[in-house]
């Protein structure tokens, strides 16, 4: 029985053994276990290995002094013995001694800027043929933009400049540029009219005026709403109008007319296009021509008292002034009639208002009507 018991006993300590790096058995009875497995593993050894000097009659102290994953590196030197002091501890913590170098990255070298290498004489439309965001590396300009909280200090310069890169720029039109752009186009343009070598030819012949407003913007979207305002002008002489159609078209038109500099203004802005707004306005102007040309059967009737104006030639004026020169003459002489200045200083006093210029005139025409020397 003590055969076999000693057999079990030695067959727990192989075990053991078997799954330890190696076992140290020092002079105190302590055994230092050295594994490359996990903490889990090794409690299981111990546990075995307590198990196995249970049963034997031979007591000796097992002690925990630590353990080692199969990354590091193993003992060269199975015979060197270490004790508590020297026994290598596992820290999870990083340490200088166990940081490995990093791989230091390859950074080229920055060449210099484009504007260095540059010449004065170059082709610039070749540097910048179209529309696109500025590029400091591309422009030989020291240009400067931003804002600046401190006084007296200069805004930031060209690169790395994100108020330069997010505004256009018209880099792509300068007057070289423009000039080779007009001569390219001259093939495909026909010559001027000779019949329109003057301004007041070309009043004459084209008296509408047609304006309108592009933007250039930064948007999610190239159409601006103010773009599609259409303003249409001419001047009031260059229209055949008779008294009554000039007056029925000022009262038509109400503030749209300037009297000092004669010209009258339409703005559409009411559809949603600049091609419909200036349908609509062309459409308005001829609808007023031909209104105030119309003459309505009611209009015929009008007496002196229902005249929105004051017209001398309607009015007893005329009447009165007419009947002093041709005082005393019989039907056989030559009737004489109101001279026109006075009929318009008449006309202009009473449509205008009584003021000092009116007031003077009127009183000047009325003494040369009646032959009175100053």
Request: overall charge positive; proline content about 6%; some cysteine.
């Amino acid at each position: 029985m003590k055969e076999e018991e000693k057999k079990k006993k030695s067959s727990y300590l192989c075990l053991c053994l078997r799954y330890c790096h190696y076992a140290v058995k020092d002079k105190k009875n302590l055994v230092i276990i050295y594994t490359q497995y996990c903490e889990f593993a090794a409690c299981i050894i111990m546990a075995l290995i307590t198990k196995a000097a249970n049963k034997s009659s031979t007591y000796f102290t097992i002690r925990m002094l630590g353990y080692r994953f199969q990354s590091t590196q193993h003992q060269q030197d199975s015979e060197k013995h270490f004790d508590d002091e020297q026994f290598p501890v596992l820290n999870f913590k990083q340490v200088k001694s166990q940081r490995i170098a990093r791989r230091k990255a390859f950074r080229p070298d920055v060449p210099p800027p484009r504007t260095q290498q540059m010449a004065t004489d170059q082709d610039w439309g070749a540097v910048w043929p179209g529309p696109k965001s500025f590029n400091p590396s591309a422009v030989p300009l020291p240009l400067r933009q931003g804002y600046v909280e401190q006084k007296n200090k200069i805004p930031p310069g060209k690169f790395a400049n994100a108020e330069l890169m997010k505004i256009p720029n018209f880099l792509h039109l300068t007057p070289p540029v423009i000039k080779k752009q007009c001569e390219a186009l001259k093939q495909f343009c026909t010559p001027w009219p000779v019949g329109l070598d003057t301004e007041a030819k070309m009043k004459r012949h084209f008296p509408v005026d047609f304006i309108s407003s592009d933007y250039c913007h930064a948007l999610p979207t190239i159409r601006n709403p103010l773009s599609r305002i259409v303003t249409i002008q001419l001047k009031l002489e260059s229209l055949t109008l008779d008294q009554h159609a000039k007056d029925k078209l000022l009262r038509l038109v109400g503030e749209r007319y300037n009297s000092d500099t004669d010209v009258l203004t339409l703005v559409a802005d009411r559809c949603p296009l600049k091609k419909q707004n200036y349908d609509y306005a062309m459409y308005l102007l001829t609808a007023l021509y031909h209104e105030s040309n119309m003459v309505e059967p009611w209009e015929e009737t009008k007496s002196e008292a229902d005249m929105e104006y004051y017209a001398f030639q309607r009015n007893r004026s005329k009447i009165s002034s007419e009947s002093i020169l041709n005082w005393g003459k019989s039907k056989e002489d030559t009737h004489r009639e109101a001279p026109v200045e006075y009929a318009n200083s008449v006309e202009q006093l009473f449509n205008d208002g009584e003021n000092e210029y009116n007031l003077q005139k009127y009183k000047e025409q009325t003494l040369l009507l009646l032959g009175i020397a100053k």
